[in-house]
């Protein structure tokens, strides 16, 4: 059996650190650096009817559409790009306004990762998975959180790059088009329109390579969600896993409750175009709330969920009860 471990964004805030974007945008207040780089990149000083009062406006298309958003992911920046990419006439405009972005979230993650707090429970669950097949983790977020649990898995692939070791791994901040969406940018002749298209990107590495070498194992394999949103700017990866015919299972593992677990089917069915709640999701029981550093954790919650699956658990061709 092999355990693919998703993680993403959700499983840095469960450690402590601040990386949603209102996090960014608003940084430490003690950084007075960082915020007035921010503002003086993205922002501009506008004087509201010429009466001394002011406020920050986002510069360019980009930063406004994605400012009236409420309580934004990072996907839907990515995703946002893209829209407008496809509909923009100076590609090379929005690609700047996306660069600036991505170069200051890059020195705020860089800082923040500093303060990420080990949780036992996370240990707990590595170590649990492990005794029941290889753990592989596709790590989606630029941090090193899960360094902290490197001694319980058998592999970590950073798939969107590693901040501290970018000149190996770089960075990859961009969108997945689909085919004829690709087409229609190719038809532009404008290579702008394609400089952050994901499926070129992954090329700078052999991580989505990887990935296809390990679905083509013959073992079986469940998946674990840990934190991912499943947004459709990952659904190139996503649909290659989760549609693998080797992939039987997909745990999630919920933030709050029952309504996060049903919106994430939602997601998945959104971004895979398919209808996988019967045959590859698990209802809620099978489930676990994911561990938070600032909150109590059941260890035995995780001994229950090994026991309660513990016939999916286990490579069908070998399970013996």
């Not at 500093?114 to 240990?123: G, L, P, T, V």
């Not at 999701?281 to 001994?303: A, G, N, T, W």
Request: aromatic letters at 14%; hydrophobic letters at 35%; proline letters at 3%.
């Amino acid at each position: 059996m092999i355990n693919i471990v998703l993680v993403g964004n959700g499983f840095d805030l469960a450690h402590g650190l601040k990386t949603t974007y209102n996090n960014f945008i608003e940084a430490h207040k003690e950084s007075l650096s960082f915020k007035l780089d921010i503002h003086n990149q993205l922002y501009k000083k506008v004087d509201l009817h010429h009466n001394g009062k002011f406020r920050y406006e986002p510069l360019g298309h980009l930063m406004r559409s994605f400012e009236n958003k409420l309580d934004p992911f990072w996907s839907d920046l990515e995703v946002s790009y893209f829209s407008f990419l496809m509909k923009h006439k100076d590609p090379e405009a929005i690609n700047s306004e996306l660069w600036k972005i991505k170069s200051l979230l890059f020195q705020y993650l860089i800082d923040e990762e500093k303060n990420k707090e080990f949780i036992e429970a996370y240990n707990y669950i590595f170590k649990m998975l492990r005794r029941h097949g290889k753990t592989i983790v596709i790590n989606f977020n630029y941090t090193s959180t899960l360094d902290l649990y490197k001694d319980h898995v058998d592999e970590i692939i950073h798939i969107h790059g590693e901040l501290m070791n970018h000149s190996n791994n770089p960075i990859i901040f961009g969108y997945a088009a689909n085919e004829d969406d690709t087409l229609e940018l190719l038809n532009k002749s404008d290579n702008q329109f394609l400089l952050n298209r994901k499926q070129y990107e992954y090329l700078s590495s052999n991580n989505f390579e990887r990935i296809v070498a390990i679905l083509k194992e013959s073992s079986e394999k469940n998946v674990f969600l840990m934190g991912h949103s499943c947004g459709p700017s990952d659904s190139l990866i996503l649909n290659k896993i989760f549609n693998d015919s080797s992939v039987n299972n997909i745990f999630n593992f919920y933030h709050e409750g029952i309504y996060d677990h049903k919106i994430k089917l939602i997601d998945l069915n959104r971004t895979t175009s398919e209808d996988i709640g019967f045959d590859k999701f698990k209802p809620f029981p099978r489930c676990l709330p994911m561990p938070q550093y600032d909150s109590d954790y059941d260890l035995s919650s995780i001994e229950e969920f090994m026991e309660v699956n513990k016939e999916l658990l286990i490579d069908s061709s070998t399970y013996v009860d």
